[in-house]
T-cell receptor, first 117, second 111 residues
């Protein structure tokens, strides 16, 4: 199968601090990973597309200086929420595309619940 | 960003009943996907549809890619307790890896 993991699963941080979330593809190499944000009882909203070895592409309205994305290897992408504020509290989910399959087969991680106090 | 409209928003059914939900868009998509999300977890792919008019089954689940390419339908037959969750449709354009997600349908089974 195609397994995507995220770490941590839950994190609580204080306002003004930074938090790093990791997304790993465990049994395939992912040239492209995606980061989503989901507020309670809402749908998934794409934040950015992370490409291995190049800069991430951010969706309109997403601050690239606040949500830093690094895709340093074919199995790891990281999302860093800088200077976090309570309004950044959300469920962050990553997905990865397996280049060995059709482009529409994206596999999702289990998500990271961020709470900023 | 753009979202696809799903209906109904929520469903309350009894175990054993069949379920139908749909997803509509103002623009066409080349691929439609249906995901299920359990609380506190990421979405899991249920069915992928690649051609207009295509009807695909996965166990008790059946999904169809609308002829206009602007809608898709998901049916669940003989619902069981583990079907509880939120169902999302997602559309994808050819040559574009990004997924556009629907607003979701929350399925609850009444004991």
């Amino acid at each position: 199968g195609a397994v995507v993991s995220q770490h941590p699963s839950r994190v609580i941080c204080k306002s003004g601090t930074s938090v790093k979330i990791e997304c790993r593809s465990l049994d395939f190499q992912a040239t492209t990973m995606f980061w989503y944000r989901q507020f309670p009882k809402q749908s998934l909203m794409l934040m950015a597309t992370s490409n291995e070895g190049s800069k991430a592409t951010y969706e309109q309205g997403v601050e690239k200086d606040k949500f830093l994305i690094n895709h340093a290897s074919l199995t790891l992408s990281t999302l860093t929420v800088t200077s976090a504020h309570p309004e950044d509290s959300s469920f962050y989910i990553c997905s990865a595309r397996n280049p060995g399959t059709f482009s529409y087969e994206q596999y999702f991680g289990p998500g990271t619940r961020l709470t900023v106090t | 960003g753009q979202q696809l409209n799903q209906s109904p928003q929520s469903m309350f059914i009894q175990e054993g009943e069949d379920v139908s939900m749909n997803c509509t868009s103002s623009s066409i998509f080349n691929t439609w996907l249906w995901y299920k999300q359990d609380p506190g977890e990421g979405p899991v792919l249920l069915i992928a549809l690649y051609k207009a008019g295509e009807l695909t089954s996965n166990g008790r689940l059946t999904a169809q890619f609308g002829i206009t390419r602007k809608d898709s339908f998901l049916n669940i037959s003989a619902s069981i307790p583990s079907d509880v969750g939120i169902y999302f449709c997602a559309g994808q354009l050819q040559g574009n890896e990004k997924l556009t997600f629907g607003t979701g349908t929350r399925l609850t089974i009444i004991p």
